[in-house]
């Protein structure tokens, strides 16, 4: 089944560009996400890529899709303390249910 | 338009007592899904339901463990005999009809935090 990897910690300053790395296994997903989990909510998508992109961009997001190395990027420009929240790349397992989620990546802003 | 409800928001239980833990999807839904995330990890796949019928249970734990997502009414993830393993946030997570498109949009709840002692 499909596996999906990610760092678990970034640190960066207010308006600085936040990079999150996202590794995956199975190279049939169609659609990969990002969803942002803040403290004690649920998930929410942030946003998505279809796998014939190699790019996406909405507003200060930028999601970037290497799928030769199964390596999906989320890049956030202008970071903001609001943005402090846990970030999970997530990629459907074989016919496009269920999502296969990263461990997150906890993003601390520093003011 | 509300989102997913989830209820309730907290469950404590004793050992060895069940938990009931309920989802309502978003109007029009008819896809749930149930995920759990431990602490410090990210989602695991439970199951996925339509209306009366289970279509994945991979995920699920062979015993102790079942689902619902009858015709009326919300899903129920039940959990007999609870453990204190079994602590953890439960998310309810729901979708429309996927049509042709693989396009599958997840729409998350806030999560019952289960809590065994």
């Known amino acids: 089944g499909e596996d999906v990897e990610q760092s678990l910690f970034l640190s960066v300053r207010e308006g600085d560009s936040s990079v999150i790395n996202c590794t995956y296994t199975d190279s049939s997903s169609t659609y990969l996400y990002w969803y942002k989990q803040e403290p004690g909510a649920g998930l929410q998508l942030l946003t998505y890529i279809f796998s014939n992109m190699d790019m996406k961009q909405d507003q200060r997001l930028t999601v970037l899709l290497n799928k030769k190395d199964k390596h999906l990027s989320l890049r956030i420009a202008d970071t903001q303390t609001g943005d402090s929240a846990i970030y999970f790349c997530?990629?459907?397992?074989?016919?496009?249910?269920?999502?296969?989620f990263g461990k997150g990546t906890r993003l601390s802003v520093i003011a | 338009n509300a989102g997913v409800m989830q209820n309730p928001r907290h469950l404590v239980r004793r050992r060895g007592q069940e938990a009931r833990l309920r989802c309502s999807p978003m109007?029009?839904?008819?896809?749930v899904y149930w995920y759990r995330q431990l602490p410090e990890e990210g989602l695991k796949f439970m199951v996925y339901?339509?209306?009366?019928?289970?279509?994945?249970e991979s995920g699920m734990p062979k015993e102790r463990f079942s689902a619902e997502f009858p015709k009326e009414g919300p899903s129920i993830l039940r959990i007999q005999q609870v453990v204190r393993g079994d602590s953890a946030a439960y998310f309810c997570?729901?979708?429309?009809?996927?049509?042709?498109?693989?396009?599958?949009?997840?729409?998350f709840g806030p999560g019952t935090r289960l809590t065994v002692l």
């Open positions: 997570a729901s979708s429309p009809p996927l049509g042709g498109s693989s396009y599958n949009e997840q729409f």
């Open positions: 109007k029009g839904h008819s896809h």
């Open positions: 997530a990629v459907p397992n074989s016919g496009n249910t269920p999502l296969v």
């Open positions: 339901l339509q209306k009366e019928n289970i279509i994945d």
